[in-house]
């Protein structure tokens, strides 16, 4: 699901790329080799996998520095009904 995220964020151009340069074309060949399969049960239920077809570390630091960001500028908002800490040790 980070992955698919990712991928929307960058063909909704929300990243800047300042010089397309030969580290740029690392970057945006290990995004090509990330896709996001459809994917299907015996019971016929559908979900969305991502998926590699070669070299992809640079895709997956990207989506770890997306987590990081959003956790960061996010708020923590608890589940409804659930307990966020648990007092029984006092």
């Known amino acids: ?16 790329i300042w010089r397309p ?3 740029f ?3 945006y060949k290990h ?3 990330t896709r996001i399969m459809d994917e ?4 016929g239920n559908v979900w969305q996998r991502a998926t590699r077809v070669g070299d992809d570390h640079s895709a997956s630091a990207l989506v770890f520095c ?3 960001l959003e956790r960061k500028t996010k708020p923590y908002e608890p589940k409804k009904n659930q307990q966020t800490f648990y007092f029984d040790f006092l």
């Open 1 to 16: 699901m980070r992955v698919q995220k990712l991928i929307h964020a960058i063909k909704a151009q929300k990243f800047g």
């Open 21 to 23: 340069d030969e580290k």
């Open 25 to 27: 074309q690392i970057i």
């Open 31 to 33: 995004l090509h080799n």
């Open 40 to 43: 299907q049960d015996e019971d």
């Open 66 to 68: 997306m987590v990081g």
